[in-house]
């Protein structure tokens, strides 16, 4: 069957935000950019799938501006056979990506899609289920385990409080937790070969979907800075702080 | 307005989120009713009535319901979401799962993890990890909401709604439930917890978050760990604390060997009062904790759990 996986290209996780000083939203101008790291281990689970001989196809799909083409890049240079870059400057809010990615499986019927299940950036959690809802099609999010079997796929999902399995009729939507798999480094001769591997390019409107959104971001601001402490010298010290200072104890 | 409130469940019992999200619906304003979705909820239903603030408790008891997979709960709040002008449940990884279902089938956006309210259609929420307060404006008519349970303080339990069946019965074929393994604990849930005791990779390996237990008792704290912990295999995963584990904000919060990455402190960056023990004293954690102690946790946390 074909595997379908959703990347997004999002501010590396390591890099300390700052917001703009207009509070119009956050600066992104000169950051280090990267996968989102939800989605790498989406890639990477669509690529053990097709080791397995359980995926035929790995197709990677992206929605974003021009520069997002190197995550594509990157998900072909892992593994995935070829690309669907849908091509838009606009903020694209999940409804509308998952709009976008509603159509991309009705063309491309694929038997199962990946994704993450948040980016980092915006930590929203809606896409997947969005999708599953838009295209009818079961769901399991927050997956640490994925087995297809026959027409069905088990997916253990992490949920408050431990492990839940569900199984779900093929095809389905699957969103990836960290703990699914530990994804793999791109090799360079991997990373030339992904240069002459398909990459189409797309636009909304050649799907006919509005991208616009009915949320207005109004301000964004920094979050209440912590009031520096103190270090204490003893154990002694700490717990009298504890309950005479701060009254905790 | 009126609002609609998905109750949280545990083992089939009406969990405290609930009472935390009504009083995000207060915050809003308005006709405040609670859907109690599952098999065998009556008594959850109750509880619900008792809720402050609350008119009225509608319960959809049917087996479909059961461990409120996301299609059949989905498809419950489609038929039942036109009565309303919000819908909102707590972020917790049920709400994450059916919600934006919900939104998706009424072509609405849904607005996560909400911290804040400023006006029936403007949210304040956390964006990069906790390092960005967005405060948003949503012009759909179907507000679709998940509420970040330690942003606001649990309503009372002093009220008598009416309770009331829905009758609403939806097919499911597409998923099916298989099995469960929750983890035994006697411990107070994290995300409730006045006080959290957290581990971090400097307890070295799991045998070691044993030394936490003693003073865990003491403090009738829950347990926690940070995600270097839980990836290192130390803990199982439902103890992560941090951007893609639990969101906590409890009274005390005590990091032990835990240097404070980013993803970390998203989860715990607004504890009302925040201790580390760490030996490196260049680590990031001391530059949020209200008081650090730099020295080695082997020694601190035996000396600290007969001192207490």
Redesign the interface.
Not at chain 2, 107 to 113: A, K, N, R
Not at chain 2, 286 to 294: E, K, M, N, P, R
């Given at each position: 069957m074909k595997v379908l996986v959703a990347v997004k290209r999002v501010i590396d996780y390591n890099v300390k935000i700052r917001v703009k000083a207009d509070h119009s939203d956050v600066d992104l101008t000169n950051v280090k950019m990267a996968m989102n790291p939800f989605c790498e281990i989406a890639v990477e689970e669509a690529v053990r799938l097709k080791e397995k001989g359980v995926a035929t196809e790995v197709v990677a799909v992206t929605v974003g501006p021009k520069a997002a083409q190197e995550q594509l890049r990157t998900a072909l240079a892992l593994g995935a056979d070829r690309a669907i870059h849908i091509e838009t400057d606009e903020r694209v809010e999940s409804l509308a990506v998952a709009k976008l990615l509603a159509k991309v499986v009705d063309e491309e019927q694929p038997g199962l899609v990946i994704l993450g299940k948040q980016a980092i950036d915006t930590d929203n959690n809606q896409t997947g289920q969005m999708l599953a809802a838009l295209t009818n099609l079961p769901q399991g999010t927050f997956a640490s385990e994925v087995a297809v079997d026959g027409d069905k796929v088990n997916v253990t999902r992490e949920i408050d409080g431990g492990l839940q399995t569900v199984a779900l009729t093929l095809p389905a939507i699957v969103t990836t937790d960290l703990r699914l798999n530990e994804p793999r480094y791109a090799k360079l001769p991997d990373i030339m070969k992904a240069k002459k591997k398909p990459l189409d390019v797309k636009t909304p409107a050649d799907y006919g979907v509005e991208v616009d959104s009915r949320v207005t971001l109004l301000k964004v601001e920094s979050p209440a800075e912590r009031k520096g402490g103190i270090k204490v010298a003893s154990v002694d010290e700490l717990i009298d702080k504890l309950k005479n200072e701060a009254k905790v104890l | 307005m009126s609002i609609l409130v998905l109750a949280d469940l545990?083992d089939g019992q009406l969990a405290s989120a609930t009472a935390h999200v009504v009083a995000a619906a207060q915050a809003i304003g308005g006709d405040i009713d609670v859907l109690v979705a599952g098999e065998g909820v009556q008594a959850a239903a109750e509880a619900a009535a008792t809720l402050d603030g609350v008119s009225k408790v509608r319960v959809a008891d049917n087996a479909v319901y059961a461990?409120q997979?996301?299609?059949p709960m989905?498809a419950l709040l489609v038929a039942l979401a036109d009565d309303y002008t919000h819908v909102l449940t707590s972020a917790?990884?049920?709400g994450?799962?059916?919600?934006?279902?919900?939104?998706?089938?009424k072509?609405?956006?849904?607005?996560?993890?909400v911290i804040g309210v400023e006006s029936a259609d403007?949210f304040l929420r956390?964006?990069?990890?906790?390092?960005?307060?967005?405060?948003?404006?949503?012009?759909?008519p179907l507000k679709v909401i998940t509420v970040r349970t330690t942003a606001f303080d649990a309503v009372g339990s002093g009220g008598s709604a009416s309770v009331e069946a829905v009758d609403v019965v939806v097919d499911n074929?597409?998923?099916?439930?298989?099995?469960?393994?929750?983890?035994q604990s006697d411990r107070p849930e994290l995300?409730g917890a006045k006080?959290v005791i957290s581990g971090g990779r400097g307890m070295g390996n799991g045998e070691n978050f044993k030394l936490l237990d003693g003073i865990a008792d003491k403090?009738g704290a829950a347990i926690g760990a940070s995600?270097a912990a839980v990836?290192a295999g130390f803990v199982?995963?439902?103890m992560q604390v941090g951007?893609?584990g639990?969101i906590v904000a409890p009274?005390?919060y005590i990091a032990v060997g835990i240097s404070g990455a980013?993803?970390h402190l998203a989860g715990m960056?607004d504890s009302?009062?925040?201790?580390a023990i760490n030996k490196d004293?260049e680590a990031p954690i001391?530059?949020?904790?209200?008081?650090?102690?730099?020295g080695d946790l082997f020694e601190?946390l035996p000396?600290?759990e007969s001192?207490?």
């Open positions: - | 545990h461990h997979l996301a299609e989905g917790s990884t049920t994450k799962n059916v919600l934006p279902r919900l939104a998706a089938l072509d609405v956006s849904q607005l996560s993890e403007t956390p964006i990069y990890a906790g390092n960005a307060i967005a405060t948003v404006k949503s012009d759909d074929a597409q998923s099916s439930f298989v099995k469960q393994e929750l983890a995300g006080v403090l995600r990836d199982p995963n439902d951007q893609t639990k009274e005390l980013i993803q960056k009302k009062v925040i201790v004293e001391f530059q949020v904790a209200d008081y650090g102690l730099v601190i000396e600290l001192k207490l």
